[in-house]
């Protein structure tokens, strides 16, 4: 008789709710690992929870077996009560699901579709570089400034004019609470679909109030800016865009619904994790002076002083795009993926694993296996290299954006998400020396911790932005500030 696969002991009835991490689960599943192997199971009130802890698990379970392992759990709050089952990142793999799929990837599913958007993604990547200068303070407001600016504009068509601008503000919000209700196993309801149904004056329902609010704060993710864009076109301004050109193609009140909810899908797959990585990136530079050194050197070399770096200039610079992928490794944004359902039985190393069953991901043992990573814990963007006669290591960009047949759609696709990192990479170390700040003479160390969610930030840091010369100073004073843009010479065209 085939048994589950092992895992701590549980109690009786509640199985092993006690066991469950409170906070940083892929940190306690990697220790779970160390005793019990590639593939553990929990059990929490009946509910069977596995954790994949090797590349080639998920590759068999998620990859090969993706007929059965594309669905997504049974979650109350998040899906039912705040309404996230309509957008991609949470609905089950169904033929809707496909149907989004289709409309996201025509539109940035290839790197050819996202070179035709390189124009964007430079534009916003250099007034990121502008901002931090004059405000380094601000690193983490403006990375999430960025992100936004950039997906708001790729999808809607609309432009951040605001210092505080209402449409980003809003769209950080639903964001916020998305991260928090889309942990598996958040809220007991999630565990126990009946306690819906108990009534409101019953303790301990906290839950519903949450649900309320993160299904006002996704209403409106869904419908201001894509009513925007409807408003823009009537009045012949908007901008090209994925809605945009989606809504002229729409021939009824179905397909429009359907480009709504595709490009809340792409926002919400870009948005956050674009912010994660962005920081870490400079956290990674502030501690890692001669990996940052190293791509200065490359930078001078190829690129020289008197430009900016654009995505046209990737290949030349292996060094630069190796720190983007150690990055993605080192911390990962989504250290535990977003979690899979079981559609029937499946047999995974001897090991049954039940229909209903949670898959969970963990891609930060994933990122770190010593057997796959050297010196798993440090920052090394040479494994990456090809250097010696060495082999790189594997690119992490394979797990780092999803596996299976949802690959992609966490971090609005993997070339989308990829390109972003890159030149935001490329801009600040052009023209920036980043390193621990000073204070009464003293060098503040970081503390590299990151926070709990879906999503996993950098806490936060200070950090020492400076221009790194005089020449990298002039290039900062030329780029575009705050204000009103022209969009055709910016390569925009309307609709």
Same mark, same amino acid.
């Given at each position: ?47 069977? /929870? ?28 998040? #899906?039912?009560?705040?309404?996230? $089952? ?13 149907? +989004?799929?289709?409309?996201?990837? #025509? ?13 964007? +993604? ?25 992100? !936004? ?31 928090? /209700? ?53 009045? !012949?301004?908007? %901008? ?19 480009? #709504? ?13 674009? &912010? ?12 890692? *002076? ?24 990737? $290949? ?29 039985? &499946? ?11 949670? =898959?969970?991901?963990? /891609? ?10 050297? $010196? ?43 390109? *972003? ?16 700040? =000073? ?15 879906? /999503? ?22 030329? %780029?575009? &500030? ?9 390569? +925009?065209?309307?609709?």
């Amino acid at each position: 008789m085939r048994t589950f696969p092992p895992g701590p002991k549980g109690l009786p009835l509640v199985g092993n709710l006690f066991d469950m991490p409170k906070s940083q689960a892929w940190k306690t599943f990697t220790k779970w690992s160390e005793k019990w192997g590639d593939v553990i199971s929990v059990s929490v009130f009946g509910q069977t /929870i596995v954790i994949l802890n090797s590349v080639e698990c998920v590759n068999e379970l998620l990859e090969k077996r993706g007929s059965v392992s594309s669905d997504r759990p049974c979650m109350v709050v998040a #899906k039912k009560w705040a309404g996230w $089952d309509r957008v991609m990142v949470l609905e089950d793999h169904t033929s809707r699901f496909r149907a +989004l799929r289709r409309l996201t990837s #025509k539109y940035m599913g290839t790197r050819a579709a996202i070179a035709s958007l390189s124009h964007v +993604l430079e534009l916003e990547a250099s007034e990121f570089v502008s901002r931090v200068w004059r405000n380094p303070e601000r690193l983490s407001d403006e990375a999430r400034r960025n992100a !936004g600016a950039t997906i708001l504009m790729l999808i809607y068509g609309y432009r951040i004019r605001e210092e505080e601008d209402p449409m980003l503000k809003m769209a950080d919000k639903a964001m916020e609470s998305w991260t928090i /209700i889309s942990l598996p196993g958040a809220f007991l309801v999630d565990l126990f679909p009946s306690l819906e149904y108990i009534p409101v004056w019953f303790p301990c329902i906290q839950w519903r109030e949450t649900a309320t609010t993160a299904r006002k704060l996704l209403d409106c993710l869904r419908n201001e800016p894509f009513e925007y864009t409807r408003s823009q076109m009537s009045e !012949g301004h908007s %901008l090209s865009s994925f809605t945009a050109q989606n809504l002229i193609a729409a021939k009824t009140k179905e397909e429009e619904e359907l480009v #709504k909810d595709a490009a809340t899908a792409l926002y919400a797959g870009g948005s956050d994790t674009t &912010v994660s990585a962005v920081c870490s990136l400079f956290l990674a530079m502030m501690c890692n *002076t001669e990996a940052q050194a190293k791509a200065h050197d490359e930078l001078d070399r190829v690129i020289g002083s008197g430009r900016l770096p654009s995505l046209r200039d990737r $290949d030349q610079l292996p060094y630069v795009n190796a720190i983007c992928l150690e990055v993605l490794r080192w911390n990962p944004v989504a250290p535990a993926g977003v979690a899979h359902r079981l559609s029937d039985n &499946v047999i995974l190393d001897d090991y049954l694993l039940p229909k209903d069953a949670i =898959i969970i991901t963990n /891609i930060w043992k994933l990122m770190h296996d010593a057997t796959k990573y050297s $010196d798993p814990l440090q920052f090394k963007p040479e494994r990456f290299l090809q250097v010696g006669g060495t082999q790189p290591e594997p690119d992490p960009r394979n797990i780092a954006f999803g596996s299976g047949r949802r690959v992609s759609e966490l971090l609005l696709g993997m070339h989308l998400a990829d390109a *972003t990192l890159f030149i935001v990479c490329a801009m600040s170390l052009a023209v920036f020396n980043i390193t621990k700040p =000073i204070e009464n003479g003293a060098v503040i160390e970081p503390e590299i911790e990151y926070t709990n969610g879906t /999503i996993s930030h950098p806490h936060p840091f200070r950090c020492s932005i400076k221009p790194r010369s005089e020449r990298a100073e002039s290039l900062l004073l030329s %780029l575009t &500030v705050i204000g009103e843009r022209d969009a055709e010479v910016q390569g +925009l065209k309307r609709g």
